[in-house]
């Protein structure tokens, strides 16, 4: 048996779409045009690819880029004056500044000094606690698009057991918030949890966001389980280019599982995709209008 391979950079192409189509009908009946703010500060080259990503899939979705480039020597104080005027801004709906932050900054004082209407990153606490209180909440993007690869296999998830690895802000904790509210059964597994594999056999949904390559493997999955591997890890290979790969190994799960993303062409595809969901959600609430389909 082989897995089925979820095409997440096809179903991050059709949800960009649909985004798209409901940008030029807020812009038709309702002369509105989303706007997303992205903050970076410093040159990380990764941080500097992700943020170019966005801006051009932004812009593609018919919404408006400000781009705001901070050296990374940059003050907290005027960190926090840019983000307050974001917040003041009407043509900014959505403000995200890309992680991880140059240590000199207090990365929980940014985020929270962020207008929680404007949080598309959904990292605000006033955001999570809603979330966390079953209420609607801008929710991380990383899960949602975790929730959505799931849902193009099993349209429901209500009963099913599903084990999160990893407990960050970022993808863990709202990803077992967003599986509750799907009504799936939730078990979170960390860095002190024992017998992993034991945990694993038990579930039929399986989200890998750890952080160490490969860590999953296939003897520890139920035959035909779902597998969503959100790790992204850089391999480097003697003389070459350095290889992505996920948290799980992919070539033994793939053997096991009912159906599995790919690192590259899974989750990530996903991340920027939702982004664009919650930024003209954001926009769509803050003029009051009904959150688009
Ligand atoms: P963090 O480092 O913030 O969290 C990692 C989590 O994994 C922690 O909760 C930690 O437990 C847990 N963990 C670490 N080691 C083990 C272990 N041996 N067994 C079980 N659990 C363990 O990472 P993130 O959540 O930010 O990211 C996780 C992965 O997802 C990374 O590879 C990252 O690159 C990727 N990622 C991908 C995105 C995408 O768009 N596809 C977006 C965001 C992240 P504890 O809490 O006990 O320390």
Redesign the pocket.
């Known amino acids: 048996m082989t897995a089925r391979i979820i095409d997440g950079k096809a179903i991050a192409a059709e949800l960009r779409a649909r985004v798209a189509a409901e940008v030029i009908r807020v812009k038709q009946d309702h002369a509105l045009t989303p706007g997303l703010a992205v903050v970076l500060v410093g040159n990380d080259p990764a941080s500097e690819v992700y943020v170019r990503s966005k801006h051009t899939q932004t812009q593609a979705a018919g919404m408006a880029s400000f781009e705001h480039k901070l050296p990374a020597d940059v003050s907290q104080a005027d960190l926090l004056a840019l983000i307050a005027r974001l917040n003041r801004d009407p043509l900014v709906h959505g403000i995200l500044v890309q992680l991880p932050l140059p240590k000199s900054l207090h990365t929980e004082t940014i985020i929270h000094a962020i207008d929680p209407a404007k949080d598309v990153d959904g990292l605000h606490p006033h955001n999570a606690g809603r979330l966390a209180g079953g209420l609607a909440a801008l929710s991380p993007c990383?899960p949602l698009?975790c929730i959505i690869l799931t849902k193009s296999v099993h349209p429901s998830l209500e009963g099913m057991n599903a084990i999160v690895?990893?407990?960050?802000n970022?993808?863990?904790r709202p990803l077992v918030q967003l599986l509750l509210n799907e009504n799936a059964t939730v078990t979170i597994?960390?860095?002190?949890?024992r017998d992993?594999a034991k945990l694993c056999a038990q579930a039929d949904l399986v989200y890998a966001?750890?952080?160490?390559p490969e860590?999953v493997r296939g003897d520890w999955l139920k035959p035909g389980a779902t597998v969503i591997d959100?790790?992204?890890?850089r391999i480097p290979v003697e003389g070459g280019k350095p290889k992505l790969v996920g948290?799980v190994a992919f070539q033994e799960a793939v053997k096991v599982a009912g159906a599995i993303t790919p690192v590259p062409g899974g989750?990530?595809q996903m991340?920027v995709a939702c982004l664009l969901v919650n930024t003209l959600r954001a926009a769509c609430a803050i003029h009051g209008l009904p959150a688009p389909a």
Not at 230 to 233: A, K, L, S, W
């Open positions: 990383t698009g690895i990893g407990r960050s970022l993808v863990g597994a960390h860095s002190r949890s992993l966001a750890v952080g160490k860590m959100v790790g992204i890890n948290d989750v990530g991340t």
